[in-house]
C-alpha cells in the first residue's frame, strides 16, 4: 500500500513563502510521477504542478508559473512545492499524488484522474 503524507502547510501573510513536503511510502519513489493539486472551499480540485519519474520533466498550472517550483528527491522519496510571492487566491488544502509509470519516464500527469495515489492534505493559508 502506498501512503503519502504532505507537511509544510500553514498561515502566511501574502508575499511571504512556504515549501511542502510529500513523503511516500510503500512502494519504490522511483517508479512513478508526482503531482500537487489544491482545493479550495466550495471549488473543485485544479493542477497545481507535476514531475516525471525521470525529474526532467516538469509542468505548473497557469496561475502558479513563475512562482511555485517543483522538485524530488529520490534518496528522500520526497517531493517537494516551495511556494514564493503567495497571494490570498492561493489559499487552499494541497494534495500530493503519486501514479506509477513504467511506461514513460518523461510522462507528466495533469490531471487527478490520471493519479492512483493520494496524500491528506495539508492546508495553505495566505493572509492579505
Known amino acids: 500500500q502506498v501512503q503519502l503524507v504532505e507537511s509544510g502547510g500553514g498561515l502566511v501573510q501574502a508575499g511571504g513563502s512556504l515549501k511542502l513536503s510529500c513523503a511516500v511510502s510503500?512502494?519504490?519513489?522511483?517508479?512513478?510521477?508526482m503531482g500537487w493539486f489544491r482545493q479550495a472551499p466550495g471549488k473543485e480540485r485544479e493542477f497545481v504542478a507535476a514531475?516525471?519519474?525521470?525529474?526532467?520533466?516538469?509542468r505548473y498550472a497557469g496561475s502558479v508559473k513563475g512562482r511555485f517550483t517543483i522538485s524530488r528527491d529520490n534518496a528522500k522519496s520526497t517531493v517537494y512545492l516551495q511556494m514564493n510571492s503567495l497571494k490570498s487566491e492561493d489559499t487552499a488544502n494541497y494534495y500530493c499524488?503519486?501514479?506509477?509509470?513504467?511506461?514513460?519516464?518523461?510522462?507528466?500527469?495533469?490531471?487527478?484522474?490520471?493519479?492512483?495515489?493520494w496524500g491528506q492534505g495539508t492546508q495553505v493559508t495566505v493572509s492579505s
Open positions: 514531475i516525471s519519474r525521470s525529474g526532467t520533466s516538469i
Open positions: 499524488a503519486f501514479r506509477r509509470e513504467y511506461a514513460d519516464p518523461w510522462f507528466v500527469g495533469t490531471t487527478s484522474s490520471q493519479y492512483e495515489y
Open positions: 510503500g512502494r519504490a519513489f522511483s517508479d512513478g510521477g
